[in-house]
């Protein structure tokens, strides 16, 4: 079974301008989750779809923003880029059951400069 | 809110030593723990996992029991290997109702180095 696959892998913009990555799930699993990985701020939680609804939403300003779509593929933008945005990107797709354990896709690298 | 904190690092140990990270949390009710390794350059892979209190997950030589009573989920691997050299993330699912479903609430993280 194919694993969680995100795009582009690496990134560059520049601030004010906007960008949109793309995740896409393992076959089956209907829940992706977002995250942003720095390394002050760690691993945080940005927010989960689910059969294309939000279902759980981060502390994120409202520049950050997410969608699903009905094959379970998943985007999120970001709007008028800022410094404070570079970060990897990580997407994970939930396996449904009692663990509800996710799994995770290599990332998306953003570079805001 | 849920919490996790993990010991802090880096860790460097050599080859076959035994490893111990160590591993709190806060939460509400009863979460589901986990443990993530991310090499460089890469997205975590799930290591192991535990739903309920007394359970001990375990893989690739790394084991981690979920002890509810000192709120831990320490992980721990007998002989460390160099290619065991990544950053060690533990990780909470909270049951506080259906909305916790898809988000974890990671620790900072610990590196380990383990030398020849």
């Known amino acids: 079974k194919a694993g969680v696959t995100q795009t582009p892998r690496y990134l560059i913009k520049t601030r004010g301008q906007q960008v949109t990555l793309s995740c896409s799930p393992i076959?089956?699993?209907?829940?992706v989750s977002w995250y942003q990985q720095t390394p002050g701020q760690g691993l945080q939680f940005l927010f989960e779809?689910?059969?294309?609804?939000?279902?759980n939403k981060g502390n994120f300003p409202g520049r950050f923003s997410g969608r699903q779509f009905s094959n379970s593929r998943s985007e999120m933008n970001v709007s008028t880029l800022e410094l404070g945005d570079s970060a990897l990107y990580l997407c994970?797709?939930?396996?449904?059951?009692?663990?509800?354990?996710?799994?995770f896709g290599p990332g998306t690298r953003l570079t805001v400069t | 809110g849920d919490s996790v904190t993990q010991m802090e690092g880096p860790v460097t140990l050599s080859e076959e030593a035994f490893l111990t990270i160590n591993c709190t949390y806060t939460?509400?009710?009863?979460?589901?723990l986990f443990w993530y390794v991310q090499y460089p350059g890469e997205g975590l892979q799930l290591l192991l996992k535990?739903?309920?209190?007394?359970d001990k997950g375990s893989n690739k030589g790394f084991e981690a029991t979920y002890r509810k009573e000192t709120t831990s989920f320490h992980l721990e691997k007998g002989s460390v290997q160099v290619s065991d050299s990544a950053v060690y993330f533990c990780?909470?699912?909270?049951?506080?109702?259906?909305?916790?479903?898809?988000?974890?609430?990671f620790g900072q993280g610990t590196i380990l180095t383990v030398h020849p």
């Open positions: 994970a797709s939930t396996q449904p059951g009692d663990a509800y354990e996710q799994y």
């Open positions: 076959s089956g699993h209907r829940s």
């Open positions: 779809y689910f059969s294309e609804t939000q279902r």
């Open positions: 939460a509400t009710g009863y979460p589901s």
């Open positions: 535990a739903t309920k209190a007394d």
């Open positions: 990780a909470l699912r909270g049951r506080a109702g259906g909305t916790s479903y898809g988000k974890l609430t």
